[in-house]
């Protein structure tokens, strides 16, 4: 199928939420797992969704339209790295927080994990959130094409108990193109396309 990805909007304050009558699967994950990549990915294109070598680049809420499909990819700021103040980091969780709770339209959160890392606490700390919140997982574990076959596999297996799926996590390469097909089939899963 040929779709196409735009970003139709931009939110840093909670003030500027509205509600969006569209579903939504938000991309959630620390700094520098490669959520724009995987956006521009998605997209087709290299510089949709802004690429930096400093982690923490992305501090809004980007809503990404997805057509013919109908739904948002929602690009969350990532956690963990940015180099910017706790003031400025506890904006926004309350941004986040208020984006979560109680969106109707929020059918998903894709939780974006590096391939190349065992479990990490920030990680285990979000995806409990998500689902305290009753929101479905999508665990994708990013840079897939690093570690060895077996070592994903394990990972892999890893998160599916963590997470207690019947799927596994989603292995997803922005370089090579790798489990880009699974995630639009699950996204659309949780969207109903």
């Not at 699967?25 to 990915?41: D, E, Q």
């Not at 959160?109 to 995806?127: F, G, H, N, Y």
Request: charged share 30%; glycine share 6%.
């Amino acid at each position: 199928m040929n779709r196409t990805i735009e970003l139709v909007k931009t939110i840093y304050e909670i003030k500027q939420l509205e509600d969006v009558d569209e579903p939504q699967i938000a991309l959630a994950g620390r700094s520098n797992v490669g959520k724009s990549s995987l956006v521009n990915r998605l997209a087709g294109r290299k510089s949709l969704a802004k690429i930096s070598s400093k982690p923490g680049k992305t501090r809004s809420l980007n809503y990404y339209r997805v057509q013919p499909d109908g739904y948002f990819l929602v690009d969350l700021p990532g956690y963990g790295y940015a180099k910017c103040s706790k003031q400025e980091r506890l904006k926004w969780a309350k941004l986040i927080e208020a984006y979560m709770k109680n969106n109707q339209r929020l059918k998903a959160v894709a939780v974006l994990l590096d391939a190349r890392l065992s479990p990490q606490k920030i990680d285990l700390e979000l995806t409990a959130y998500v689902r305290g919140l009753g929101i479905p997982v999508i665990p994708v574990l990013t840079k897939a094409d690093k570690p060895k076959q077996r070592e994903l596999a394990k990972l892999q297996k890893q998160w599916q108990d963590i997470l207690q799926q019947d799927q596994a996590p989603v292995l997803f390469s922005s370089k090579t193109g790798k489990g880009e097909e699974k995630l639009w089939n699950r996204f659309g899963e949780h969207t109903g396309v």
